[in-house]
């Protein structure tokens, strides 16, 4: 057969051209319109890192004040997205609501089905400033909590915790969680976003391409992993069992989660940090057992695999600390990167060709079709 190029999970295959951002697979750097996205985490807010990655350049101080009072004021959810959320069942995995909740805001959104570049824009505002809405209200609707509103002074990590937990957040939490943002808002053409695109690319429109965005980052092998390595980490349950369940799960063949990427092959830079925050919460709180625990577990799959922790290894850890519930830290990441899906959408609609890949065919050509008795 002749070569057609196939690549299995189109490993390596370059679809697109974008401007937004670049991983060194080799080096372990990610970097966002330029700058290195561990810089901006420690030298800018998740809203900057919005701006840059929608508009291309850091916002000067009027500008940000313009961008962040615009965030705020679109935090508010239409009643009819409340009115949903509060009707689906208790037992409802957060990210299938905030899957629902997204498309059904897409028919509220008050400009309707029009598709220009400023409407788009606008729409980019109210995902990303709602989406934090609807992952804090579920959540406390289904615990029967009374859902508190959004504070349109706060900056948006502050207010996501806030609105989840009924607590100002401390210094340290808000520092953390606004860090884990940054590190989750964009990771070049990974599955979620491929899936954003390709929707976006047949010209339909921005909800639709973050509603099939958050179904892929749903996926254990994607987005999911972080909610998996917490489950993996409390399933080990103590120091001594490191071993032997990492043991057992290798002779069982089964994937580490939290544990290799398709893109580095050295540590994930965002992994980095977040180990570095895990630890130093770890510390305040006065709790090391389940970072001892994480690092024991990185130790002995690095040593018997081969194999660098990923972002989703310590995300979780930190999430915790901050009581968001493992099943939200999902959407958590959703609520970080959206802010790349609406970059690369919005970036697609300007410059759009349909993606439309081929499929190398491996069945029979030339059957014919017999009579339904003789089958
Ligand atoms: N645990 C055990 N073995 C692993 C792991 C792992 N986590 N990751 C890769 N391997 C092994 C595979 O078994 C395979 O070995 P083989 O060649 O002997 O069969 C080899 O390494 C290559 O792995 P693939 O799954 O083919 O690599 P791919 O690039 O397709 O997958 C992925 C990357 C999905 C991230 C994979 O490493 C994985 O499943 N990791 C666990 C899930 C996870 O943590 N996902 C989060 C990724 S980061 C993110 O999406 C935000």
């Given at each position: 057969?002749?070569?057609?190029?196939?690549?299995?999970?189109?490993?390596?295959?370059?679809?697109l051209t974008s401007d937004l951002c670049?991983?060194?697979?080799?080096?372990?750097?990610?970097?966002?319109r330029?700058?290195?996205?561990?810089?901006?985490?420690?030298?800018?807010?998740?809203?900057?890192?919005?701006?840059?990655l929608w508009y291309g350049?850091?916002?000067?101080?009027?500008?940000?004040?313009?961008?962040?009072?615009?965030?705020?004021?679109?935090?508010?959810?239409?009643?009819?997205?409340?009115?949903?959320?509060?009707?689906?069942?208790?037992?409802?995995?957060?990210?299938?609501?905030?899957?629902?909740?997204?498309?059904?805001?897409?028919?509220?959104?008050?400009?309707?089905?029009?598709m220009e570049p400023e409407v788009n824009q606008r729409k980019a505002?109210?995902?990303?400033?709602?989406?934090?809405?609807?992952?804090?209200?579920?959540?406390?609707?289904?615990?029967?909590?009374?859902?508190?509103?959004?504070?349109?002074?706060?900056?948006?990590?502050?207010?996501?915790?806030?609105?989840?937990?009924?607590?100002?957040?401390?210094?340290?939490?808000?520092?953390?969680?606004?860090?884990?943002?940054?590190?989750?808002?964009?990771?070049?053409?990974?599955?979620?976003t491929?899936?954003a695109r390709?929707t976006a690319g047949t010209l339909s429109d921005i909800?639709?391409a973050?509603?099939?965005?958050?179904?892929?980052?749903?996926?254990?092998?994607?987005?999911?992993?972080?909610?998996?390595?917490?489950?993996?980490?409390?399933?080990?349950?103590?120091?001594?069992?490191?071993?032997?369940?990492?043991?057992?799960?290798?002779?069982?063949?089964?994937?580490?989660?939290?544990?290799?990427?398709?893109?580095?092959?050295?540590?994930?830079?965002?992994?980095?940090?977040?180990?570095?925050?895990?630890?130093?919460?770890?510390?305040?709180?006065?709790?090391?057992?389940?970072?001892?625990?994480?690092?024991?577990?990185?130790?002995?799959?690095?040593?018997?695999?081969?194999?660098?922790?990923?972002?989703?290894?310590?995300?979780?850890?930190?999430?915790?600390?901050?009581?968001?519930?493992?099943?939200?830290?999902?959407?958590?990441?959703?609520?970080?990167?959206?802010?790349g899906w609406t970059a690369h959408i919005l970036e697609q609609y300007h410059n759009n060709r349909l993606i439309?890949?081929?499929?190398?065919?491996?069945?029979?050509?030339?059957?014919?079709?017999?009579?339904?008795?003789?089958?």
């Open positions: 057969m002749a070569d057609t190029g196939f690549k299995a999970g189109l490993e390596d295959v370059v679809a670049f991983i060194d697979g080799k080096e372990g750097r990610l970097v966002y330029g700058y290195d996205a561990v810089d901006l985490s420690e030298h800018a807010t998740f809203e900057e890192v919005v701006f840059l350049n850091l916002p000067n101080a009027g500008q940000l004040k313009t961008f962040l009072r615009e965030l705020g004021e679109s935090r508010q959810l239409d009643p009819a997205v409340e009115r949903l959320l509060a009707s689906l069942p208790k037992t409802t995995a957060p990210m299938d609501a905030l899957r629902t909740a997204v498309s059904l805001a897409g028919i509220y959104d008050p400009d309707g089905d029009a505002v109210r995902l990303v400033a709602q989406i934090p809405t609807m992952v804090a209200a579920f959540d406390r609707m289904r615990k029967d909590l009374p859902v508190i509103a959004p504070d349109r002074d706060l900056a948006l990590a502050d207010n996501f915790l806030w609105m989840l937990t009924g607590k100002r957040p401390s210094g340290q939490n808000a520092k953390a969680f606004d860090t884990a943002l940054i590190l989750h808002a964009d990771h070049e053409l990974n599955a979620s491929f899936s390709v909800y639709s973050t509603t099939s965005a958050i179904g892929t980052l749903k996926g254990p092998l994607h987005g999911g992993a972080n909610e998996q390595v917490m489950r993996m980490v409390d399933e080990i349950g103590s120091l001594d069992n490191v071993r032997p369940w990492l043991d057992q799960a290798f002779q069982e063949k089964r994937k580490i989660m939290g544990f290799g990427h398709r893109v580095y092959k050295t540590d994930d830079p965002r992994a980095v940090v977040l180990r570095r925050f895990s630890r130093e919460m770890s510390q305040t709180q006065g709790t090391m057992d389940i970072f001892n625990r994480l690092e024991a577990i990185g130790d002995y799959v690095r040593e018997q695999k081969h194999l660098h922790p990923n972002v989703d290894f310590y995300s979780g850890s930190v999430y915790r600390m901050m009581e968001i519930p493992v099943d939200v830290f999902t959407p958590v990441f959703a609520i970080s990167r959206i802010a439309r890949p081929r499929a190398e065919y491996t069945g029979p050509t030339h059957l014919t079709v017999k009579p339904i008795a003789e089958r």
